[in-house]
């Protein structure tokens, strides 16, 4: 059964920095694409970034570009994103997603872990 | 970057009845369009892929069609589990971007 497991999310002041994970079980991790979407409270979804099975490349929104770093570690089974310089709009349920291609469709969602940035 | 509009925003019906959901997108996306269905704090779940094509474990109620700007998601026969927001979203160009949704209430 595949199963994503986020985790890292928190309160945290605007400026500030987190990193989350998500680790993966029931597929091989390392064949697949993985990505990140975010889901302000009330509102609809947003795709964040993605990365290549072996890291190789990346892809981010505009949003969270030169902020945001996604990463891998196959050898782990888990998924990073690192945000530096939060917003407040960058609060949200950020989800880790398996990726069929490069931009979807994301066929499996981790349950999420909210992030709330806020003085 | 290419705008998905989901229309109607919410759509009322009783259990048993048909259910039609529209997406519509500013310029082609082929046939490159996913739709998910999303219950209240859940994560999204992916229903279709590539405009008609079942995920895996999903009802042979719920089916895909459209091509181009225009996209359909229909449920043949509404169970009390099929209320929920669904939204679109396509692969075709970077970045991948989402509709709005569509919230299906029980009328």
């Known amino acids: 059964e595949v199963q994503l497991v986020e985790s890292g999310g928190g309160l945290e002041q605007p400026g500030g920095s987190m990193r989350l994970s998500c680790e993966a079980f029931g597929f091989s991790f390392s064949s697949s694409v993985m990505s990140w979407a975010r889901q302000a409270p009330g509102k609809g979804l947003e795709w964040v970034s993605a990365?290549?099975?072996?890291?190789?490349?990346?892809y981010y929104g505009d949003s969270v570009k030169g902020r945001f770093t996604i990463s891998r570690d196959n050898s782990k089974n888990t998924l990073y994103l690192q945000m530096n310089s939060l917003r407040a709009e960058d609060t949200a349920v950020y989800y880790c997603?398996?990726?069929?291609?490069?931009?979807?469709?994301?066929?499996?969602w981790g349950q999420g872990t909210l992030v709330t940035v806020s003085s | 970057e290419i705008v998905l509009t989901q229309s109607p925003a919410t759509l009322s019906l009783s259990p048993g009845e048909r259910a039609t959901l529209s997406c519509r997108a500013s310029q082609s996306v082929l046939s490159y369009l996913a739709w998910y269905q999303q219950k209240p704090g859940q994560a999204p779940r992916l229903l279709i892929y590539d405009a008609s094509n079942r995920a895996t474990g999903i009802p042979a109620r719920f089916s895909g069609s459209g091509s181009g700007t225009d996209f359909t998601l229909t449920i043949s026969s509404l169970e009390p589990e099929d209320f929920a927001v669904y939204y679109c979203q396509q692969r075709s160009n970077w970045p991948p971007t989402f509709g709005q949704g569509t919230r299906l209430e029980i009328k």
């Open positions: 990365i290549s099975d072996s890291g190789g490349s990346t």
């Open positions: 997603a398996k990726t069929r291609y490069n931009y979807g469709p994301f066929d499996y």
